[in-house]
Nanobody
Framework: QVQLVESGGGLVQPGGSLRLSCAGS????????VDWYRQAPGSERDLVAR???????NYADFVKGRFVISRDKAKKEVYLEMNNLKPEDTAVYYC????????WGQGTQVTVSA
């Protein structure tokens, strides 16, 4: 069984930074691919960044150069470092893992506003 718990969201001014954390449980967490998605009101849930069990990463074009995904296997955590935040980054951010089925966290709200 996998459980995912996000934290680190909040209100930040444009140009600011936040670091989101996804704490995982279960024996597969450290070998599985873990994603960050986001969903703004009235919009689809979009993939933001992905890290594989081998630590390969990829990013959506709209965050390349600004966001960094990483993981700490000893802590069973995946992070999303978000820099130069823009108002259009405002969304609920979700941690996701696919292993036989989809697992989602509860989400953490990020609001970018002056």
């Amino acid at each position: 069984q996998v459980q995912l718990v996000e934290s680190g969201g909040g209100l930040v001014q444009p140009g600011g930074s936040l670091r989101l954390s996804c704490a995982g449980s279960g024996s597969v967490f450290n070998v599985a691919t873990v994603d960050w998605y986001r969903q703004a009101p009235g919009s689809e849930r979009d993939l933001v960044a992905r890290i594989t069990g081998g630590d390969a990463t990829n990013y959506a074009d709209f965050v390349k150069g600004r966001f960094v995904i990483s993981r700490d296997k000893a802590k069973k955590e995946v992070y999303l470092e978000m820099n130069n935040l823009k108002p259009e980054d405002t969304a609920v951010y979700y941690c996701h893992l696919l292993f036989l089925k989809d697992y989602w966290g509860q989400g953490t709200q990020v609001t970018v506003s002056a």
